[in-house]
């Protein structure tokens, strides 16, 4: 079972996605408040909180939300929710607003050609020493 930090928001992201590991670092540099804490989807850690959670993977090219005994989010409401927290991106809140579906389309279309527009590595990234707390192990 894992233990997920106390008070902290988990962000489960595609490891070898070059723009899912720029938006983590932008995550980073933004999360004044020390809000997320992130693991990989192919890491065994990422792999457990899948499995506890029951989250079905198999239909889910998306980012995954959880806030620990709440609930989890993915794909455009997991990227809202995440930015709310993020010093300089509060404002995509309001994309809220629009239809989910519609949020869900524009962030499917992305996520699915994110491998040929913007690359992907041949194993997950690691982090620097200097970031290493703030991934789950």
Same mark, same amino acid.
């Given at each position: 079972m894992v233990n997920f930090p106390e008070n902290k928001k988990i962000i489960l992201f595609d490891?070898?996605?070059n723009l899912c590991n720029k938006t983590v670092q932008t995550i980073i540099k933004n999360d004044v408040n020390d809000v997320f804490r992130f693991a990989p989807l192919q890491s065994d850690v990422g792999r457990q909180i899948i499995n506890e959670k029951g989250i079905d993977t198999e239909n889910l090219d998306s980012v995954i939300?959880? !806030?620990?005994?709440?609930a989890?989010?993915?794909?455009?409401?997991?990227?809202?929710e995440i930015?709310?927290?993020?010093k300089g991106y509060s404002w995509l809140k309001y994309f809220k607003s629009l239809p989910e579906g519609l949020r869900d389309g524009v962030y499917s279309f992305v996520a699915n050609n994110r491998y040929s527009w913007f690359?992907?590595?041949?194993?997950?990234?690691?982090?620097?020493? !200097?970031?290493q707390a703030l991934f789950l192990k």
């Open positions: 490891g070898v996605c939300l959880i !806030e620990p005994g709440v989890y989010y993915h794909k455009s409401t997991a990227a809202i930015a709310r927290h993020l690359g992907k590595k041949d194993t997950c990234m690691v982090p620097t020493p !200097e970031l």
